[in-house]
């Protein structure tokens, strides 16, 4: 299965923004839908953000997240991007990207990963 290496997570302040960073390991992410996963401590895993292949584009996400976060491709770096501005506590979670043959049409529910098995994550927490 594909697997990604995420990072740029951290601890700010709400109200304050990160940029997370994922990266394949060893494959071409432009093939695949990316959705950015997030799962809170005792909570499920939550699909937040999702960006379409090269082919076919388009993003959607979460309405918990509609408005703060952006989702972007670099191709040249091979590289998916997640801007995450106004952030709030029950932003706190620890952040995954994951593979998908298209995006989510909801994101209501668990989120299971179709192409990829989970990697490291990023912690993300916002607290004063």
């Known amino acids: 299965q594909l697997q990604f290496v995420e990072s740029g997570g951290g601890l700010v302040q709400p109200g304050g923004s990160l940029r997370l960073s994922c990266a394949g390991s060893?494959?071409?992410?432009?093939?695949?839908?990316i959705i950015w996963v997030r799962q809170a401590p005792g909570k499920e895993h939550e699909g937040i953000s999702c960006?379409?292949?090269?082919?076919?584009?388009?993003?959607n996400y979460a309405d918990s997240v509609k408005g703060r976060f952006t989702i972007s491709r670099d191709s040249a770096k091979n590289t998916v991007y997640l801007q995450m501005n106004s952030l709030k506590p029950e932003d706190t979670a620890v952040y995954y990207c994951?593979?998908?043959?298209?995006?989510?049409?909801?994101?209501?529910?668990?989120?299971?990963?179709?192409?990829?098995?989970w990697g490291q994550g990023t912690q993300v927490t916002v607290s004063s």
């Open positions: 994951a593979a998908d043959w298209g995006c989510p049409l909801d994101y209501s529910g668990s989120y299971t990963p179709k192409l990829s098995s």
């Open positions: 060893g494959f071409n992410l432009d093939f695949h839908a």
């Open positions: 960006i379409g292949n090269s082919n076919y584009g388009g993003t």
